[in-house]
């Protein structure tokens, strides 16, 4: 079988041959690719030109529904892709994790939709005051890059390498070409089959080179931004490209890192740390045969604990079953390749030098429904270091495969030690039940780390384990690891949109981020807002209340009310001292009072009080003071239909300033109110 690149909108073979893909548990070759043929510079102006308007025409509301509906259909026909996950070597829970963990990427990018405006940009931040009369003003938008998202991924991870990264440039509003590692692109190529297939994504946001993508980086742009997940050697040479560095293209690399486990000097044998501590470094160790950029390379272990946790990991790791994943009980699968398994007791072999194994064996052991000679096995091998500061070879040399080594630390200091030596990393952990010992560990540990877990039986139920990067949090790491961030929420869109410093007057800004700014001009209107439906309402538009002059008996019987007797309110004989003149009005009564001079109390298209998304206090309020409002609706928030029958309607963010009678706030506020839409369908 010949797998076909999806390029400018067709599917196509490469010319030639190709290059022969295996599977991984049989040794028999499943298919060849080839990108001989491919234009990449008309790939990447397809992307522009077609993707990228299409995609930039759509508001970020639009987008995350088209990626809901992506993930939903993919989520209904997964277990297609489970066989073919099988022939990369995988178990069925490591194909969960690549194939489920891939679409559940999806999901979450989606629901992140509902954080953003319904607007094809957002407006990132608070303004800023540029002059003392207020007239100038500076704020800051992000829009789409209008160029191509270029994927480089790694073999360990076919779907969620991909998925996990489209998933981001797509809520952006940016195309993208994903190259996967030829060796397992034919499960990339299946999955992409069925994306085309369901025409859910607009023609040009997403094409496939299964193939050689050698070159392609020679005609990025500026606009353009590049993805890399694989070894630092590759990554630091491909980001290195003249093109890439001539146009100061954005190039995000997550490298394989040494990451390590720290078993806290509390977590002794018997404790709830010391068991689920093993229980992890086994799982890591085994899960996808120890392929993965997360997994625990260095197990660092208090030295009197050293033999209690090489006995214990021992134990667990016997228990694990090599061979054919189709076989029952059987719970690890084999290497991506012959390739990777030549690679990985290559490093051994050097690891070695300075280390002893203390569990497994290179060539002695069995392989259940496969012969291990024919597909990609290898033991889960466990090594021994008892002097990591002088033999430093654990900290330099990443066997990639279902390897790690025991290395003893004295006190916690040289355990934060250790983990530094890694020279970053993408994941640490630490399993501790003391907080004290997880906060000195975290905060002297951070500087290297991308992401520290801790782990202890509080949180193990629900805990998704050491190696498990999560979509609101950022996936990446200093150093070895590579020195970039991928997902993490918001700020992953962040690096697929342009940041762009805006300056004018507060009714420009307004104008031009459809949010109203302060000092922006106020438009007042025959017709109450409370009394318009969603769409009739304008940004800027502005009520200005009667007014009301504060007595004592509002402040006395607002305590009453309350039941808010601060002494500054009902105590006019303790003010000596404070920076009040006489009893002062609650805060929360002149907001209070402020929502009885603005709201309109007859029966519309208001249908509730949503909340308050900010509130200060800046001047006292005295019995004597008279108090009015001005509310102007400050941003329209759109919101999506959970059911047919639900009323169609949107939030409105009002902004509540309340002045006395020299013209001065006094309090600031915005609320939120739900608004029916006047289009019910």
């Known amino acids: 079988m010949k797998l076909q690149n999806y390029a400018l909108g067709k599917w196509i073979t490469g010319d030639g041959d190709g290059k022969e893909l295996f599977n991984a548990i049989t040794g028999d070759v499943v298919a060849t690719a080839s990108s001989k043929g491919l234009d990449f510079n008309e790939m990447m102006h397809y992307g522009r030109t077609v993707g990228g308007p299409a995609l930039r025409k759509m508001t970020f509301h639009e987008r995350g529904r088209m990626i809901k509906a992506l993930a939903l259909h993919l989520h209904g026909i997964r ?3 489970y066989p073919i996950s099988a022939a990369t070597g995988c178990t069925k829970g490591d194909s969960w994790i690549d194939i489920d963990g891939g679409i559940g990427t999806l999901f979450a990018y989606a629901s992140l939709r509902k954080k953003f405006p319904n607007e094809t940009y957002f407006v990132d931040g608070e303004a800023a005051t540029l002059s003392k009369g207020g007239t100038f003003i500076g704020h800051h938008i992000m829009v789409p890059k209008p160029g191509v998202a270029i994927h480089i991924n790694a073999f360990n991870f076919p779907i969620w390498g991909m998925l996990e990264k489209v998933a981001v440039n797509l809520l952006a509003g940016v195309p993208a070409i994903v190259k996967p590692a030829t060796i397992t692109s ?3 190529e299946a999955f992409v089959k069925e994306i085309v297939k369901s025409k859910i994504l607009p023609d040009g946001a997403l094409q496939l080179i299964c193939g050689s993508a050698r070159g392609i980086l020679d005609h990025v742009t500026s606009q353009d931004v590049v993805t890399f997940t694989g070894s630092a050697t590759t990554g ?3 980001k290195s490209t003249p093109q890439v560095l001539k146009e100061a293209v954005p190039f995000n ?3 394989d890192s040494l990451n390590c486990s720290v078993l806290g000097p509390d977590a002794v044998p018997g404790t709830p740390a010391f068991d689920l ?14 392929q993965k950029c997360t997994a625990i390379r260095r ?3 208090p030295e009197n604990l050293m033999e209690d946790v090489q006995i214990a990991l021992g134990k667990q790791l016997a228990k694990t079953t090599i061979g054919d994943p189709s076989v029952e009980g059987v719970r690890m699968g084999a290497l991506a390749g012959k390739v990777q398994v030549k690679e990985v007791r290559e490093r051994i072999e050097e690891l070695l030098q300075t280390s002893q194994i203390v569990y497994g064996d290179l060539e002695r052991f069995e392989v259940v429904g496969a012969d291990k000679n024919k597909g990609s096995f290898m033991s889960p091998i466990l090594l021994r270091n008892d002097d990591p500061f002088n033999k430093t070879d654990v900290h330099n040399i990443e066997a990639f495969g279902p390897v790690s080594t025991l290395i003893p630390y004295n006190g916690l200091d040289e355990a934060v030690e250790l983990a530094k030596l890694g020279k970053g990393s993408l994941v640490c952990s630490i399993a501790t039940g003391d907080n004290k010992i997880a906060r000195d560990f975290v905060l002297n540990a951070a500087s290297h780390h991308g992401r520290i877990l801790i782990i202890n039986e509080e949180s193990a139920a629900e805990s998704t384990g050491h190696g498990s990067p999560m979509p609101m949090l950022v996936h990446g790491g200093p150093g070895r690891a590579g020195g970039g961030e991928e997902m993490g929420g918001m700020r992953g869109v962040n690096h697929y949109m342009q940041r762009c410093a805006i300056q004018g007057s507060p009714t420009t800004i307004t104008a031009v981020t459809n949010q109203y700014q302060m000092g922006g001009k106020q438009t007042e209107k025959p017709v109450h807002p409370f009394r318009k439906h969603f769409e009739e309402l304008e940004v800027g538009e502005t009520v200005i209340t009667h007014k009301h002059t504060v007595t004592e008996a509002d402040i006395v019987n607002f305590a009453n009310v309350s039941g808010d007797n601060f002494y500054a309110h009902v105590d006019a004989t303790s003010l000596d001292g404070t920076i009040f003149e006489k009893r002062v009005a609650h805060g ?5 009072k402020a929502a009885g001079l603005f709201v309109d109390p007859k029966k519309g298209p208001v249908l509730l009080n949503y909340g308050l998304e900010e509130c200060r206090f800046v001047k006292p309020v005295y019995p004597g003071m008279t108090i009015g409002v001005k509310l102007t609706v400050k941003e329209k928030v759109d919101q999506e239909k959970r059911e047919e029958e639900d009323i169609a309607k949107g939030i409105v963010k009002f902004l509540v300033d ?3 009678e020299t013209g001065e706030s006094v309090a600031i506020a915005t609320i939120l109110t739900m608004v029916k839409k006047l289009n019910q369908e």
């Open 79 to 81: 277990k297609k892709f």
């Open 186 to 188: 034919f499960l990339t």
């Open 236 to 238: 630091i040479m491909l």
């Open 253 to 255: 690399m997550e490298a």
């Open 277 to 290: 501590f093993i229980k992890e470094v086994r799982k890591e160790m085994t899960v996808k045969c120890g």
């Open 299 to 301: 197990v660092i272990v």
């Open 588 to 592: 929360y009564f002149v907001l209070a």
């Open 658 to 660: 309340v002045y006395d």
